[in-house]
C-alpha cells in the first residue's frame, strides 16, 4: 500500500516550512507504522507533483495554507481516495469572513465585524494568523476587521467522518471524533501583531464540553471531513476565530500522547469506521519547529 503524504511549505513557504515539516514528520512516520509506503513531493512545481504522485497511491492528504489548499486538494481527489477534507468546503473555510457569516447564521458565536476603532485587523484568507494585528488603523486590502475578544485561546482538534466528496458512499452518519483540546502559545508584540508559538495538549478545561459543543457545531456546518481545528477565545461565549480544515501543528503534540495512529484514524475514518474515541497519555508542550516536552 502507498499514501502520498504531501506538504507545500516544505519547499516553497520558508517562514511556514518549519511547522509544515513537523506535521510531515508525524504523518509520515504513523502511516509508515500502519504499513504504508510513504510518498512525498520533491521539489518543484506542487500541482504537477500531485499529479504525478496521487494516481500511485492507494491514498492522500494534502497540508498547505487554506488559501491554496482546495485547488490542490482537489487533484488528490481526482487522482485517489482523498483522506482529508472536500476541496469544496475548503475553499468556504479559507474565506473568514464568509466562514464567519456561516457560523453565525447557525448560531455560532463569532466576534463581530467593525470597520472602525480598536479592532483585530486580519486577512480574509490568511493562515497561522499572518499579519493579524490588534490595531485602530486602516484596513488593508483583502483584510477585515472583527472585535476583539479577552478570553482563554483554545483549539479543537477533531476529525469529521465522511459526508461528501470522492468517497460519500462511505457515510457512516457516526459523529465527529475528539482527539484533544489545546492550549494555544500565542504572543502579541509591542506594535500588536500575534504571533502563534505552538501550545500544550491535552487540556483539562471546566468548560469542556461546551467548546467541544461549539466546535463540533462549526465543523458539522461547514461540512468539514478528516482532520480539522477549530479555534477558540473561551470568554462569556465559546468564540470560534477560525476554522482549519487540515492537520495542524498541535498534531504534533497529540501523536506525542496518542495510544491511536493518525494515519489509521484518517483512513479508517473515510471508510466511515471513524472510532468513539482515543486515548491520551500524559500531557505535551510543542512549539513550532517540532520540538515536544513532556510536562
Known sequence: MKALVAEYTVFNEPDLAPE??????????????????????EKGDFSEELKRLAPLCDVGIVVAPDDILGRFTKIVEDNTRSLGCGSLNIA?????????????????AVPRELDFGMRIIKKVKGVDGQNMRLSDG??????????????????????????????????????????ALNRQYIERTEDGHYRYLGGETPVEHPRADE?????????????????????????????VVDVNPRPTTSLVGIAEVMEEEIADILVESSRGNIPAEVHL????SFNTTGEVKRL
Open 211 to 239: 467548546i467541544t459543543e461549539t466546535a463540533v457545531k462549526a465543523l458539522n456546518v461547514l461540512g468539514c471531513q478528516g482532520y480539522t481545528g477549530v479555534d477558540v477565545v473561551v470568554a462569556d461565549k465559546i468564540y
Open 92 to 108: 468556504i473555510c479559507s474565506n473568514k469572513q464568509r466562514t464567519g457569516d456561516i457560523l453565525t447564521m447557525h448560531g455560532i
Open 20 to 41: 509544515g515539516a513537523a506535521m510531515l514528520k508525524v504523518l509520515s512516520e504513523s502511516f509508515e507504522r500502519c504499513g504504508y509506503e510513504v510518498l512525498s513531493p
Open 281 to 284: 497519555s500524559g500531557r505535551v
Open 138 to 179: 486602516v484596513s488593508g486590502e483583502d483584510e477585515f476587521g472583527q472585535e476583539y475578544i479577552e478570553g482563554e485561546h483554545i483549539s479543537v482538534s477533531l476529525v469529521g467522518s465522511r459526508v461528501v466528496g470522492d468517497t460519500c458512499n462511505s457515510y457512516s452518519g457516526r459523529p465527529p471524533l475528539l482527539l
